[in-house]
T-cell receptor
Framework: EADIYQTPRYLVIGTGKKITLECSQT?????MYWYQQDPGMELHLIHY???????EKGDLSSESTVSRIRTEHFPLTLESARPSHTSQYLC????????????FGPGTRLTVL | SQQGEEDPQALSIQEGENATMNCSYK?????LQWYRQNSGRGLVHLIL?????REKHSGRLRVTLDTSKKSSSLLITASRAADTASYFC???????????FGRGTSLIVHP
């Protein structure tokens, strides 16, 4: 098991709410990523980070924001949740020089009613 | 379409049989990695093959890479029920550190 944690594991919330999905890793990895994955489908990159105070948008970043104030912490915020945000959200990290092998957290299953 | 595309999309076999999954990609790569995902969980890295390698082994896993055909295969020998999972390939293009994941192959191994 990788030392990367996500909370909450499951979240059911109403439309319009602001939510923050937490991700932390204790491996000292400089790079971190957020993916969205629908059941049986591919992963879509939402945001990624090279390191502290460095974030970039992925293919599917609209309506969400991230921050990287500390190396180990990479939270994802949805300002106004919508039913279309219902999905699984996976956080991952990797270390420069490791051939970019990614270590994944267990995921957050989000349902927006 | 996706950089990495796996086939078949689903595979159902009996315990003890071998399982072969294929992955195709479109642009030149630095390396290609295979990951496993149990239902409702995150992905776990299985094996990495560099662009200058043709074959790699790890336990019951064998990965091949054919850069001329832009394809890779993952072979799981003597499969077990515990191998039931989805398997994804992730290709890493030259100059990038963002891998591109395919849709995955869903493998079911019947006891």
């Amino acid at each position: 098991e990788a030392d990367i944690y996500q909370t909450p594991r499951y979240l059911v919330i109403g439309t319009g709410k602001k939510i923050t999905l937490e991700c932390s890793q204790t491996m000292g990895h400089d790079k971190m990523y957020w993916y969205q994955q629908d059941p049986g489908m591919e992963l879509h990159l939402i945001h990624y980070s090279y390191g502290v105070n460095s974030t970039e948008k992925g293919d599917l970043s609209s309506e969400s924001t991230v921050s990287r104030i500390r190396t180990e912490h990479f939270p994802l915020t949805l300002e106004s949740a919508r039913p279309s945000h219902t999905s699984q959200y996976l956080c991952a990290s990797s270390r420069t020089g490791s051939m970019d092998t990614q270590y994944f957290g267990p995921g957050t299953r989000l349902t927006v009613l | 379409s996706q950089q990495g595309e796996e086939d078949p999309q689903a595979l159902s076999i009996q315990e003890g049989e071998n399982a072969t999954m294929n992955c195709s990609y479109k642009t030149s790569i630095n390396n290609l990695q295979w990951y496993r995902q149990n239902s409702g969980r995150g992905l776990v890295h299985l094996i990495l093959i560099r662009s200058n390698e043709r074959e790699k082994h790890s336990g019951r896993l064998r990965v091949t890479l054919d850069t001329s055909k832009k394809s890779s295969s993952l072979l799981i020998t003597a499969s077990r029920a515990a191998d039931t999972a989805s398997y994804f390939c992730a290709s890493l293009k030259g100059g990038s550190y963002i891998p591109t994941f395919g849709r995955g192959t869903s493998l079911i191994v019947h006891p």
